[in-house]
């Protein structure tokens, strides 16, 4: 496999323009005549080897992609844990980037979000909210007249 990013067709070029001269250079009857340059104009590739290629092609910029992908999860990995004792030295922290994201994703998509609500606003609710009164059974219902058929 060619690890340099010059496409194959180019290199293949570059390969036969060595070989003429070397076919040529070797030709007794051709001994006054020294190539200096030779430049080829068309090169018709088969169909096949087209799709070849263009598979190969492929295949090296998708393993450059994952290379990249992969070395960007690395770098993630490493900031990480500094943005999480970050936001663990501010509770407010972590609910503003929980509303960024929130934010992000709905710019993105046109779609409906189910947010849970934040244990401080809970927490903020039950303190603000009456102490709850004492235990006592409900008082007894008032027993209903049942209408007498009149005869």
């Not at 190539?35 to 096949?48: F, G």
């Not at 492929?58 to 393993?63: F, K, L, S, T, V």
């Not at 999480?84 to 710019?107: F, I, K, N, S, Y």
């Not at 947010?115 to 008082?139: N, Q």
């Amino acid at each position: 496999m060619c690890r340099n990013p010059a496409p194959v067709s180019s290199l293949a070029a570059a390969l036969l323009k060595n070989l003429m001269r070397n076919t040529l250079n070797k030709q007794p009857a051709l001994g006054l005549i020294s190539l200096a340059w030779i430049e080829i104009k068309d090169v018709a590739l088969p169909e096949s080897m087209k799709r070849s290629m263009s598979r190969q092609a492929e295949a090296e910029r998708e393993r450059r992609a994952r290379i990249i992908s992969a070395d960007g999860e690395y770098q993630a990995s490493k900031k990480l844990p500094q943005a999480a004792a970050v936001m663990a030295a501010d509770p407010a922290a972590l609910q503003l980037r929980l509303l960024q994201t929130v934010a992000e994703v709905a710019a993105e998509k046109n779609s409906t979000l189910v947010m849970p609500a934040p244990v401080e606003l809970l927490r903020f609710f039950d303190r603000a909210a009456p102490p709850p009164a004492t235990l006592s059974p409900p008082p007894p219902r008032p027993e209903r007249r049942r209408p007498t058929a009149r005869a």
